[in-house]
């Protein structure tokens, strides 16, 4: 029964990922979004050992993204969080804080007068919870669901409406959009600025990987899943009914964490746009 139950969840989830891989946020020019948008993934965790373990983790890592497919525009984050991950035979739970600094270098789609280097970071919380089936040589995660909550603060959060209120003022930058055949009219096109509040955000990630172990307490973890972005919200350039809207977005990662000594080890994301590098550190283990 529980190996049907696992079966049936993974290819659930399998199906899941297939269909939502290509639901992306938008790469039409107004978007700007937030610097972590879409970059939540699962975090490491210790592999069972044949009894319960608790560990603490310190770990740090540096984001490179070209965002939404903006060419001339350049993301750069560096993040350091602190963890406590609980490791028992069928499920692993994490929870800890995080803070991070990042700069949006804006140069697509901008005006000059608003273009440059944009310094933003905030703080969060983060928490999840794994649901693995231990071997002898893996731990096959069937179901992991992560989730972080936090803030953005500086210059960047500013630019998104600061570019909204410019496209108001200045419709000649807009797109025209043309409607009818024998009248035809245009106007300028809207366009949709996603900002988020400077607190409150929320993301999410749900996914499924392996854990292989290696000699000693080495081990090779690999996943995949989706991340979404809840709280995010769209200020429309000439929409007076409907200024502000809810928007969600989603995308898909890839990640790779490898022991490269005892309690270091290695960790590589990757995420549309973008890519995740760092290292991870255990100590305070029982």
Not at 10 to 31: K, N, P, R
């Amino acid at each position: 029964m529980i190996n049907n139950n696992i079966i049936a969840l993974s290819a659930a989830l399998a199906l899941m990922i297939m269909l939502l891989s290509g639901c992306s946020i938008s790469t039409h020019s107004g978007i700007l979004s937030p610097g972590l948008v879409n970059t939540i993934t699962s975090p490491e965790t210790p592999t069972y050992q044949g009894k319960p373990e608790s560990t603490n983790y310190i770990s740090g890592k540096v984001l490179f993204s070209e965002p939404h497919t903006r060419r001339k525009d350049r993301n750069f984050v560096g993040s350091v969080r602190f963890y406590r991950a609980k490791t028992k035979e069928y499920q692993s739970v994490t929870y800890g804080a995080f803070g991070y600094l990042g700069n949006y270098k804006s140069g697509n789609f901008i005006p000059a007068s608003l273009s440059g280097n944009h310094i933003y970071g905030g703080l969060g919380l983060m928490g999840g919870i794994n649901w693995h089936v231990p071997f002898e040589k893996m731990d096959w995660e069937v179901f992991k669901l992560n989730a972080r909550l936090y803030n953005e603060l500086g210059k960047y959060p500013r630019l998104k409406n600061e570019l909204t209120d410019y496209r108001n003022n200045h419709d000649e930058m807009l797109p025209p959009i043309c409607s009818g055949f024998i009248f035809p009219s245009c106007r300028p096109a809207p366009y949709s600025d996603l900002y988020s509040r400077h607190i409150a955000m929320l993301d999410t990630s749900i996914g499924m990987g392996i854990k292989i172990k290696h000699k000693g307490r080495h081990n090779t973890q690999i996943g995949a899943g989706i991340n979404f972005h809840l709280l995010g919200s769209s200020r429309n350039s000439f929409s007076v009914e409907n200024p502000v809207k809810p928007i969600n977005t989603a995308g898909f990662y890839l990640q790779f964490s490898h022991t490269l000594r005892e309690r270091l080890s290695l960790n590589i994301d990757l995420i549309g746009g973008g890519i995740t590098t760092g290292l991870s550190y255990q100590f305070g283990k029982k």
